[in-house]
């Protein structure tokens, strides 16, 4: 269930969308695509709604874990197929992705591996002429050199054509280098929705021996700890104050998979908040 | 295609498993279970043939992408079949798990989403009384929260009753503190096998200005290099010899999963030993 979800895409802007299995992030890529429709709300392009809209819809692209494709058809045949419904396709790029990922074009759709699936699916969303890509667990299926190929060419075509990407994965710390911004979705609402770079300025793990770690994260938004031997690790998320940092604590920054985990972690919430 | 693959599994360490989509992984797992037949060849556990041996079967528990129970099961009563079948389950563990991964174990085996597909056969991997755990891809679908659960529950459960796990997935750094040992399988055959600790002090980032960086590394196993502007970065995997550092020159090591790449990456393969 989506609830309350108000966000704004903004141009030529690469953003994470992260969540937990059953957040909802599913769900609210494809109300943004009109492939299901919102009980409430709307979704617009340019102050245009995008529903029963065809020149707004033709805008955007979703790769989803969702075929649309007919089982029998060659992959060239539905390359040739999308050219014609969304009026375009890079077959120069399509070439050199096709070369480095290694793909058969002959062969037939429902014939794919779930790796060679994604893959293919890739390179339609690289290569149709839209102006949102929406990619919905991009590297399902690929193994550690087809997903670096896939970061590379996506920050390649992007820096080419600027558009807006929208990634959503459970691989948090590969995309982090490559978001601009971060959107954390949890049980159907945003909970954070940022530049990476000021959510990751904001998390700080301060380490040092238990009693002076506590004191001087008290008061602070302490969202998880660790504990080995006598030392502790408390993970602070906002602001530090001018507080006096005792020589006994060091600080740090922390990372974005950790930090989801920390915010989206219902069981887990409760605990970290003892002591 | 497997070919020549001689492996020897040795008692109460965790492998990883690692190779690229289509070199031969779940083939591999496959014979060894005796779900497949080698063409020739065989698998033995303690010097005893495991083909139509249901002794030494029962011995292993492999989980894998492939489904086999019926979609119409509830969870409960597979656990209890499987605990006929192979003669115990923890179920003290089991509970333990079951809370912590928030699992319905009423549901039927074929509503379950990919995710909970894979921690219910996880569940099952860990609870029943094998020697061989055996894991094709742990962690398909599991969101960050989940599959930071099940690598500490994994470490807790093998030094609580320490037996030998086989993890293979695409997910290597995730793993690289895990396991003991590491496997790399390429297109059938095995290129490397070997303790982690004793691949990782083999790798070696060597940076500096180019012609410096060229000339100490000339003659060394040179696995692949990056190019930063003026500063080059060759990858070495191997002895280092005694030859003298310059002093422009930094070296570190590096990772898994950087190392996978460059072991696998056949494209890449000769681009990398060019200049």
Known sequence: ????????????KIYGLLGRNGA??????????NRIFASAGEVKIDSESVADNDSKLGLMYLMSEVDLYPNGSKLSQIVSDSELMYGGFDHQLADKLIEEFGIDMTQKFGKLST?????????????????????????????????????????????ENPRTFILATHLIEEIATIISDVIILDQ????????????????????????????????????GHDNIGN????????DLDDRRLPDTVQLSNFDLQKLFVFLTNQYEGGKHHEN
């Open 1 to 12: 269930m989506i609830a309350d979800v108000n966000l704004m895409f903004e141009e030529n």
């Open 24 to 33: 909802g992030k599913s769900s609210l890529l494809n109300i943004m695509t």
């Open 115 to 159: 790796g060679y699936n994604s893959i293919f699916k890739l390179i339609l969303a690289l290569c149709l002429p839209v102006k949102f890509v929406i990619l919905d667990e991009p590297v399902l299926g690929l193994d550690a050199n087809h997903r670096e190929i896939f970061y590379s060419e996506l920050l390649a075509s992007y820096s």
């Open 188 to 223: 159907g609402r945003i909970i954070l929705n940022q530049p990476v770079e000021d959510v990751l300025a904001r998390t700080h793990s301060v380490v040092g021996p238990k009693n002076d770690v506590e004191s001087y994260t008290k008061g602070l938004n302490v969202v």
């Open 231 to 238: 030392i502790r690790a408390n993970y602070v998320y906002g």
